[in-house]
């Protein structure tokens, strides 16, 4: 990493991410000194808009009073080794080091997509060409996705602490589910874990999302009766799909959301 690039910490603000703090790297090093009242221990990520950075952050923990050391040999900052005395920070470690070659992989391939969309736009003649190797990214990165899933599913098994880690951990596997295909040994593996964590866990939020995401809704088919639900209109009146049964009707489904 070059002198001159600038790294950036954030802290979380809900769901989104407040930056905090930013450094230059000078001789090959950065750094950042908080102050914190609390005590307890905290996430934060560290990302760089500099070029040549992946779109993506490290994940750290920080505490009042520890030291956190950051060490990397690229750019590739998702698989920077993370170092200190704080017990989340050590767990993470757990799943960090099982795929940093996958990861690391990951990050590289992603670098290469957006290169590749970029020349599109400068060579829309060659979109083709282009298009047929993103294709092959697609493959290569969801085949190397896969295998980091099923790395992490097995350390989730060797270490059921059910901690907030772990609870985490098994939280953004089991959304996966939402969105995409997964086989189907890989999702009862997620079941047997979910099966295996302690009833007051699986009454928490985390422990509440993963069961949705094991129990999604059967989606509608072409044809099939559209679920009756409350509904406002532009007026603010309360209306039911059911009392429009009969007519035509425009259904505009719209987020606002990550960018």
């Known amino acids: 990493v ?9 802290e979380f603000q809900g769901s989104v991410f407040n930056r905090v703090a930013n450094d230059t ?18 996430p934060m990520v560290i990302m760089s808009d500099t070029e040549g950075f992946p779109p993506t952050w490290l994940d750290i923990w920080v505490k009042s009073g520890e ?20 017990p989340q920070q050590k767990e993470s470690n757990l799943y960090v080091d099982r795929t940093r070659d996958d990861q690391h992989q990951t990050q590289l391939l992603v670098m290469e997509m957006y290169a590749l969309r970029d020349s599109i736009r ?8 282009y298009n047929t190797r993103g294709d092959s990214l697609n493959t290569l990165y969801g085949s190397l996705n896969l295998r980091i899933q099923e790395t992490e599913l097995s350390v989730l098994d060797e270490n059921k602490t059910y901690s ?30 979910y099966d295996s964590m302690p009833e007051d866990k699986k009454k928490s939020r ?9 129990n999604l809704p059967k989606p509608v088919g072409i044809g099939d009766n559209v679920a009756d639900a409350d509904m406002w209109d532009l007026n603010g009146n309360l209306q039911r799909l059911e ?10 489904f719209w987020s606002s959301g990550c960018g």
Do not use: C, H
């Open 206 to 214: 985390p422990g509440e999302s993963i069961y949705l995401s094991l």
């Open 164 to 193: 907030d880690i772990w609870m985490d951990k098994l939280e953004r596997q089991a959304m996966q589910l939402r969105y995409s295909e997964v086989p189907e040994a890989t999702v009862a593996k997620m079941q047997a874990l």
């Open 25 to 42: 790297v000078i001789n090959g090093k950065f750094s950042f000194t908080l102050t914190d009242s609390t005590g307890m221990e905290k």
């Open 2 to 10: 070059e002198d001159s690039a600038v790294i950036s910490l954030y």
């Open 122 to 129: 400068k060579s829309p003649d060659k979109e083709k060409e």
């Open 243 to 252: 009392n429009f049964k009969g007519k035509y009707m425009l259904l505009d």
């Open 67 to 86: 030291t956190v050391k950051i060490t990397g040999k690229d750019k590739m900052l998702r698989t920077w080794n993370v170092k200190s005395n704080i």
